[in-house]
């Protein structure tokens, strides 16, 4: 079983930076693949960033440019550094491990931008 936490998010204003810190507890040689994904109060849960197969990483568009994750699934961590931030930026974000068969997902850490 894998448990994820994160951490990091707070309130920053418009076109600052936050670093989120996603860690796993648990056995983490299951893990097959990281990501972080967002949810805005009252919507569906969509994804931010997603490691591939092939080791690169997919973003999606609204962050191309100014979102860097850093999975290391040795390690079980899954840091999502985030700049130039913008309101549109703001829900819930919460790190999910993809495992054989389903995901997992954290709590979640909040970020809220506002000047």
């Known amino acids: 079983q894998v448990h994820l936490v994160e951490s990091g998010g707070g309130l920053v204003q418009p076109g600052g930076s936050l670093r989120l810190s996603c860690t796993a507890t648990?056995?983490?040689?299951?893990?097959?693949?990281f990501g972080w994904d967002r949810q805005a109060p009252g919507k569906m849960r969509h994804f931010v960033a997603l490691?591939?197969?092939?080791?690169?990483?997919n973003y999606r568009t609204s962050v191309i440019g100014r979102s860097t994750m850093h999975s290391d699934r040795a390690k079980g961590t899954s840091p999502l550094q985030m700049n130039n931030l913008q309101s549109d930026d703001t829900p819930l974000y919460s790190c999910?491990?993809?495992?054989?068969?389903?995901?997992?997902w954290g709590q979640g850490t909040q970020l809220s931008v506002s000047a």
């Open positions: 999910h491990a993809g495992l054989t068969g389903k995901f997992t």
């Open positions: 648990g056995d983490i040689s299951a893990i097959a693949n």
């Open positions: 490691t591939l197969n092939d080791g690169g990483t």
